[in-house]
């Protein structure tokens, strides 16, 4: 046990592990042991009395009737807070279902959230399969388990540690049965849960962000899923971010090999919306997963303000590009809507090839680098982002790039890519020029550029479980090679770009991208050490919920699956771990198609209870009838 300088005991019975507790902890340490029973019935116990007079003779408080679902109202404890609180085996008593036991869990760590420091720890430990978690052994089924983590969700705790409830080191300790009966509870195979307070769950806000744009400052409301990564400064040099690390790296291996020239300026986030040309280079599917937004004028605006609403800019633009909506016709609402946005949020580095090659800091010869986060519009998975940060290599010369440089850029890319991995069993880094390439990915994360790039390019996969059939191929970037004349009069260019977000979550085993962006400290202090391992999760068996929606859409409506997962996604500010459509329908008679979707709602670093679950649900189904036009079932 850690050295906690006070520690709370609840629900003891003859106080043999409040002894033990004392006699293993350091001289600094509080003890306040307590129990529910009054003291005559304690007394009676066997070796209770004696324990009590040890307890007190080393200092340590003890009380009697204190109940460990109202420690606030405690006088006795009062005006008290600890580091730690014990809770052994809690039980209701004889033939107690698992429902009453839950109920009882849930209002002592309420009870517990009211005492307990902000770093303070909650230990419960449970009889083997008690706790509904994969450390039991066996599993119990959910429904059949006291269901241990989603009850301390209710009170803000997260599951942080299980270890094995060990009497050997507790060699005092007596088990006793429920309210200090003779009959003890069976521990072999029990665990010890460990809980520690999160970061509140917070509230869907817009906030008015400042981007620099040819010289001058631009104000915009930034999109409220984008609010907590518009602006995080991850690769800064000074950065213990696992991104920030990967990113190193990378310019580390390929400046050993090539000249390298990094910008001393950063690139702007916003792209200016040109209605002349196909200003999203050429790509019309873009037009589905841009982020649009509209300069306002600071002054008259709060940069906190809070919105109950979705802002009536959800568009959707699913395979129209700009010029084809207006030859078309049709859509002149959306069009209008669309014009009236004077910006947009940069989809990829891409965007500013031009900027970089007519720059007078542009030379030939040269490995040219950009870096910085990107933003756009995706489906809810494990693996696909709305923000990431991407790193551009740009390499120019008056002759084409030929073989014998793409082949030197391939070996350091992999050499860089390996060493990263190192840690990562059963991998390689491939290199696949197949045009029509129908290897199964995990993910698709990058811009499509083909029709910028039409020419020579090939993808950059990790694969892992190479020798067995149930292989994975994870892509994380392109590179493009383009011949002089066709982005620049004069010069040949050979272009590659990486999720370095993705990257990072395969050399540091993170399974979920949502935790990068993470505020709680605990994920950074992992890889503050000099020698990084894998990422150890601080939320352990977070609980899981499932909710299902189902629509008609409206007769003459299109339904737009990017923005149905957008609003999902602003809506629930990312406590919907992943979106399946679960069935379409249409209707014999009327021809009207209706869709089932379920979201299984799940924090990776915060405490999601099912009472907020349910009303993030509710608060969606809202939402979706009312700016997705269609019609709830």
């Known amino acids: 046990m850690k050295d906690f300088c006070n520690i709370l005991l609840v629900g003891e019975g003859n106080f043999s592990f409040s002894v033990s507790v004392c006699e293993t902890s350091g001289p600094n340490t509080n003890i306040t042991a307590t129990c529910y029973e009054e003291e005559e019935v304690v007394a009676a116990q066997k070796d209770a009395f004696s324990n009590v007079q040890r307890l007190k003779e080393k200092g340590a408080a003890v009380h009697f009737q204190v109940d460990c679902t109202k420690l606030q109202y405690c006088p006795v404890l009062a005006p008290a807070v600890f580091d730690c609180v014990i809770f052994n085996f809690p039980h209701c008593g004889r033939k107690a279902g698992v429902k009453k036991n839950r109920d009882l869990l849930a209002k002592f760590f309420l009870s517990c959230a009211e005492v307990l420091t902000a770093k303070g720890e909650v230990h419960v430990a449970l009889c083997r399969g008690q706790g509904g978690t994969p450390a039991d052994q066996p599993v119990r089924e959910w429904h059949n388990s006291w269901q241990v983590v989603a009850m301390a969700a209710e009170a803000g705790f997260i599951l942080s540690e299980v270890i094995p409830f060990k009497t050997s080191e507790h060699c005092r300790y007596k088990n006793t049965g429920y309210r200090s009966q003779d009959k003890s509870f069976h521990i072999e195979g029990a665990l010890n849960h460990i809980f520690t307070r999160c970061l509140p769950i917070g509230c869907s806000r817009s906030v008015i962000f400042q981007a620099k744009f040819d010289d001058k400052w631009i104000s915009f409301h930034v999109p409220e899923e984008l609010v907590e990564k518009i602006d995080r400064n991850f690769l800064e040099r000074t950065c213990c971010h696992p991104v920030s690390i990967v990113h190193g790296q990378l310019i580390k291996d390929v400046s050993e090999i090539f000249p390298v020239h990094r910008f001393s300026h950063s690139h702007s986030l916003l792209v200016k919306v040109n209605f002349n040309r196909a200003s999203f280079y050429g790509c019309k599917g873009l037009l589905a997963i841009i982020y649009f937004v509209r300069s306002i004028d600071y002054k008259n605006s709060n940069p906190w303000q809070t919105e109950n609403k979705i802002p009536s800019a959800i568009l959707s633009f699913t395979g129209l590009s700009v010029d084809s909506c207006k030859e078309s016709g049709e859509h002149s609402a959306l069009i209008r809507e669309l014009e009236s946005a004077e910006y947009y949020l940069r989809p990829s580095l891409l965007v500013h090839i031009q900027e970089i090659i007519n720059g007078k800091d542009f030379l030939p010869q040269t490995l040219h680098i950009v870096s910085g986060p990107v933003f756009r519009k995706c489906l809810i998975s494990s693996y696909t982002m709305p923000a990431y940060h991407e790193i551009l290599f740009i390499w120019g010369s008056n002759d084409d790039p030929g073989i014998e440089f793409l082949l030197s850029f391939k070996q350091s890319i992999a050499k860089s890519l390996t060493s990263l991995l190192k840690l990562v069993p059963d991998h390689i880094v491939t290199f696949s020029d197949k045009p029509n390439d129908q290897r199964k990915c995990d993910q698709s994360w990058f811009v499509n550029s083909k029709e910028l790039f039409p020419e020579e390019h090939c993808t950059i996969y990790v694969n892992f479980g190479c020798d067995s059939s149930d292989s994975k191929h994870v892509n994380i970037g392109n590179i493009y090679v383009t011949p002089a004349g066709q982005i620049h009069k004069e010069l ?142």
């Not at 977070?542 to 008609?552: I, Q």
């Open 492 to 633: 040949a260019f050979c272009i590659a770009f990486l999720n370095l977000d993705l990257l990072a979550m395969l050399c540091f085993k993170i399974l979920d991208w949502r935790m990068l962006w993470t505020f709680d400290e605990r994920f950074l202090n992992q890889f503050q050490e000099p020698e990084v391992l894998w990422f150890k999760n601080f939320s352990l068996y977070p609980p899981s919920f499932t909710h299902d929606v189902s629509f008609w859409i409206s007769p003459g409506g299109k339904f737009d699956e990017i923005e149905f997962h957008t609003a999902v996604r602003r809506v629930t500010g990312e406590m919907v771990r992943d979106v399946i459509l679960m069935d379409t329908f249409e209707h014999p008679d009327t021809g009207q198609i209706s869709k089932c979707y379920r979201m299984i709602y799940q924090s990776c670093d915060k405490a999601l209870s099912y009472q907020k679950a349910s009303e993030l649900q509710l608060r969606l189904r809202q939402v979706l009838q009312e700016y997705l036009q269609i019609i709830l079932r």
